[in-house]
């Protein structure tokens, strides 16, 4: 009776081990097949575009419209600089303006003035060398100083012209800088140049900014990811090739996608400070190449994604 037991628990055991050893053949079997099959890396991000708003004018700040995290359209305000003084440069622009084209219509009145003066003496001059060539009713002094008039009265009726064009380039000045003073007023209203979440914002009412200061960042809807793999696997990848995306922050949702390029060249060329081979000694380390991923989606339809996040992706090379 005891060996017939034995028997038949050694005959379980026996069992359980073969359905185990087949079951982890199953297992180990897609394994391998998967892994011939796609090519996968946990160095890989979510990327962004990130559009840093900056100052354009010095100025003392007197409003901010916006929160952190805000979701803006182009062309919402963001905020606004203290506009009175550039309110100012743009009224003595103007009046600049209006100064410039009175010396315009002053010049052309002058310009009138001495062609009639010109022609009078034009002229006289033709009158009096008549007299002289018929009979000799005038002197030739009078000749002399008839064309002298002529003469002097020509130069003046060019100098008037050139007076009219030197005028007419001061309204051209005149007019630009009103244009830069009315571009300088409206670059007192901060707008956004995309629409996008706002993000880093580094400014409050009453602080004084100065041109070229970082305000905010505005982070657009649209996101890709960038997935650094290893040289030895970009062996069958190539663009177009499908891409399932798992994202850390939704662990229960997959994503699907695509490759939209690789790049030319492994991150560590393009570092700050790139590795050189050539000198000291060499150790052989395997590159990574940055391979672009577009969602075949928009995931920011059901779920938030944003640039830095950690994802997996399996890239389908066979």
Same mark, same amino acid.
């Given at each position: 009776?005891?060996?017939?037991?034995?028997?038949?628990?050694?005959?379980?055991?026996?069992?359980?081990?073969?359905?185990?050893?087949?079951?982890?053949?199953?297992?180990?079997?897609?394994?391998?097949?998967?892994?011939?099959?796609?090519?996968?890396?946990?160095?890989?991000?979510?990327?962004?575009?990130?559009?840093?708003?900056?100052?354009?004018?010095?100025?003392?700040?007197?409003?901010?419209?916006?929160?952190?995290?805000?979701?803006?359209?182009?062309?919402?305000?963001?905020?606004?600089?203290?506009?009175?003084?550039?309110?100012?440069? &743009?009224?003595? /622009? =103007?009046?600049?303006?209006?100064? #410039?084209?009175?010396? +315009?219509?002053?010049?052309? *009145?002058? %310009?009138? @003035?001495?062609?009639?003066?010109?022609?009078?003496?034009?002229?006289?001059?033709?009158?009096?060398?008549?007299?002289?060539?018929?009979?000799?009713?005038?002197?030739?002094?009078?000749?002399?100083?008839?064309?002298?008039? &002529?003469?002097? /009265? =020509?130069?003046?009726?060019?100098? #008037?012209?050139?007076? +009219?064009?030197?005028?007419? *380039?001061? %309204?051209? @000045?005149?007019?630009?800088?009103?244009?830069?003073?009315?571009?300088?007023?409206?670059?007192?209203?901060?707008c956004a140049p995309q629409s996008g979440r706002v993000t880093n914002k580094a400014v409050e009412a009453g602080e004084y900014i100065r041109?070229?200061?970082?305000?905010?960042?505005?982070?657009?809807?649209?996101?890709?990811?960038?997935?650094?793999?290893?040289?030895? @696997?970009?062996?069958?990848?190539?663009?177009?090739?499908?891409?399932?995306?798992?994202?850390?922050?939704?662990?229960?949702?997959?994503?699907?996608?695509?490759?939209?390029?690789?790049?030319?060249?492994?991150?560590?060329?393009?570092?700050?400070?790139?590795?050189?081979?050539?000198?000291?000694?060499?150790?052989?380390?395997?590159?990574?190449?940055?391979?672009?991923?577009?969602?075949?989606?928009?995931?920011?339809?059901?779920?938030?994604?944003?640039?830095?996040?950690?994802?997996?992706?399996?890239?389908?090379?066979?």
């Open positions: 009776m005891n060996i017939k037991k034995l028997s038949k628990g050694r005959l379980t055991i026996t069992v359980v081990i073969i359905v185990l050893a087949i079951l982890v053949g199953i297992v180990g079997l897609r394994y391998l097949f998967f892994a011939m099959a796609h090519e996968t890396t946990d160095d890989a991000f979510i990327q962004g575009h990130i559009v840093s708003v900056s100052a354009r004018l010095d100025g003392h700040v007197t409003g901010v419209y916006v929160k952190d995290n805000q979701w803006v359209e182009k062309g919402d305000s963001l905020a606004e600089i203290d506009p009175n003084d550039f309110k100012v440069s &743009a009224d003595l /622009a =103007a009046a600049q303006v209006a100064m #410039a084209e009175a010396d +315009v219509e002053r010049s052309l *009145a002058q %310009v009138g @003035q001495a062609a009639v003066e010109a022609k009078r003496a034009e002229k006289d001059y033709n009158r009096y060398r008549k007299l002289f060539d018929a009979n000799g009713g005038v002197t030739e002094q009078q000749i002399d100083n008839t064309a002298a008039a &002529a003469q002097s /009265a =020509a130069v003046m009726l060019e100098a #008037a012209n050139k007076e +009219v064009n030197a005028a007419r *380039a001061r %309204v051209v @000045q005149a007019k630009a800088a009103y244009n830069q003073a009315q571009l300088n007023l409206s670059y007192t209203k901060i041109t070229g200061q970082p305000l905010l960042m505005i982070v657009p809807r649209e996101v890709w990811v960038v997935a650094n793999f290893k040289e030895t @696997q970009l062996k069958n990848m190539k663009v177009g090739q499908p891409v399932k995306i798992k994202v850390d922050a939704y662990p229960h949702r997959k994503f699907t996608g695509h490759i939209d390029s690789i790049q030319s060249g492994t991150g560590a060329v393009f570092s700050l400070l790139p590795a050189e081979n050539a000198t000291g000694n060499y150790i052989k380390v395997v590159q990574r190449v940055p391979v672009k991923i577009v969602f075949d989606e928009d995931p920011n339809e059901t779920k938030m994604l944003s640039p830095g996040m950690s994802v997996l992706p399996e890239v389908k090379v066979k």
